[in-house]
């Protein structure tokens, strides 16, 4: 069924609930309303204006105020800064990005509202063990004001609400992938990869596929670009290859060169299995120790320089003695992950399941949410004077469940995105719901029915599932945003005034 299904939340705003403490990492890229420092005169346009996408304006004094940000993140995260030009390029470069989902969310009438952003403060405050004040204080004294603060996370939820609707609902994982998935690490949990066990205790056995932690330098090689562009743009990559064998910085070069979305993350790219890079990359890295950078590799979007960060095996969890463990309690909760989730019980899990069926309405220009919501309203007048639910689902709902009544089947918790999954538990068996309103528009639901049911099966195939859907939802979002700036006009007039200079 198309989005309600939602086996893992998308991962920009599991990073603003976690890393918190990084404030300006929290940065989306959106123009900030902050003066222009003093550095902006030396390379001013007559007009000011840094950027067009599509009718919006991005000027110089929002990327400098963003590059203050940016500069003071990478700081804290010891990535060298490239040159302020550099830098303003790759943060407008960013900005753009965001501008276009901000357009994208406009079309289709979202909106974060203040208590959407109120609630992920309460969360990040409750998952870090304080309170909202010292939360505040905290991002004081990292030189960010809590308005800006306040506005990087509604970019982030807004941005988390775009990644379920467009990405997720885009990827698709089949049971024989989840079979594959399983058979590969049959009877081995999920675990993270750990700190190497004490020399007075065996070293726990790998379990698992190999993992891989990556960065990336990409330069990018537009479409359909003549021989001579390739061939120049292939002796840049090889000048940085050579630049880099001979001691720069890696992380400070994807910085100030790269073209990929995570340059001013030092290209950083995560962690995977080896399995679950493009084959070009783990073909590329195959023999590349931690540390080791790889070859120049051509793929259809242009030229990558890889590096190896780590690499190693998941290990079962060694023997705890108990004198670790006070030691272990005193150290501040690490962020968690679906790595580092405790790994799939054995042993019969009984769970309760929900027979529901739901109407959905979606949000656009022409529909907004109140005018959703009235639609809603109205049908469930009518069911109440007898129509039937699914009857007026097939008539009315825009789910792919439509076709079926609205029937969604038997499903588990956890299985639905938080919004409905609360509301659907509130109603009795037969009731139908208020309107519901979720990242994916508006619902009625109705549920039929409620089982017991042992899921230890189902709960391997569900952690199995949500792992896949994290390791490809990267790549579909950046597929995502290219379609997005295939689709618009920007003119980016610092990227051409770079090009004259060269």
Do not use: C
């Amino acid at each position: 069924m198309s989005g309600l299904r939602h086996p893992v939340r998308a991962l920009s705003l599991a990073i603003v609930l976690s890393v918190w403490v990084s404030a300006s990492a929290l940065a989306a890229g959106k123009p900030a309303p902050r003066p222009a420092p003093a550095q902006a005169a030396s390379e001013q346009f007559v007009d000011g204006i840094a950027a067009i996408v599509d009718k919006e304006v991005i000027t110089l004094a929002q990327v400098d105020a963003k590059a203050v940000q940016v500069r003071r993140q990478m700081e804290q995260q010891r990535i060298p800064v490239p040159e302020a030009s550099v830098l303003r390029r790759q943060v407008l470069q960013q900005m753009i990005n965001a501008t276009l989902q901000d357009h994208e969310a406009k079309r289709v009438g979202i909106r974060v509202s203040d208590a959407q952003v109120d609630r992920a403060v309460q969360t990040i405050a409750q998952r870090n063990r304080i309170t909202v004040d010292q939360l505040r204080r905290e991002i004081a004294n990292s030189g960010m004001s809590w308005d800006d603060y306040r506005a990087d996370l509604r970019a982030q939820i807004q941005d988390d609400i775009l990644r379920q609707r467009f990405v997720e609902d885009r990827i698709t994982i089949s049971d024989s992938d989840v079979d594959a998935f399983l058979a590969m690490n049959a009877g081995q949990p999920m675990v993270a990869p750990r700190a190497a066990a004490p020399t007075s205790e065996p070293a726990p056995a790998p379990t698992g596929p190999e993992l891989v932690e990556l960065a990336q330098i990409l330069i990018e090689v537009p479409d359909y670009a003549a021989d001579s562009v390739v061939q120049e743009k292939r002796k840049q990559a090889e000048a940085i290859l050579r630049k880099l064998k001979s001691g720069a910085d890696f992380a400070g070069v994807a910085a100030a060169s790269s073209n990929g979305p995570q340059a001013l993350q030092g290209g950083n790219m995560g962690i995977r299995p080896l399995h679950d890079w493009p084959d070009l990359f783990s073909q590329a890295i195959a023999n590349t120790p931690a540390g080791g950078i790889s070859g120049v590799v051509q793929s259809g979007r242009g030229f990558h320089i890889l590096k190896v960060l780590r690499r190693g095996y998941a290990q079962r969890p060694a023997p705890q003695s108990a004198q670790a463990a006070p030691a272990r309690s005193a150290q501040a909760p690490a962020p968690e992950t679906d790595a580092t989730r405790a790994p799939s019980p054995s042993g019969p899990m009984m769970v309760t399941q929900t027979h529901a069926r739901h109407i959905l309405i979606k949000t656009s220009k022409v529909v907004d949410d109140a005018k959703a919501r009235a639609i809603l309203e109205g049908l469930r007048t009518r069911i109440e004077h007898g129509e039937s639910f699914a009857e007026l689902a097939k008539r009315y709902s825009e789910d792919a469940s439509a076709p079926q009544g609205g029937d969604l089947g038997w499903l588990n918790p956890g299985e639905t995105v938080p919004a409905f999954e609360q509301a659907m538990n509130a109603l009795q068996d037969g009731q139908v719901s208020e309107p519901v309103k979720s990242p994916f528009g508006w619902h009625l639901i109705q549920v039929e029915g409620r089982q017991t049911k042992n899921m230890e099966q189902e709960f391997r195939r569900m952690q199995a599932r949500r792992e896949l859907m994290q390791r490809r939802i990267g790549p579909a979002y950046e597929d995502w945003l290219d379609q997005l700036r295939a689709q618009a006009y920007i003119d980016n007039r610092l990227e051409k005034v770079a090009g004259g200079e060269r």
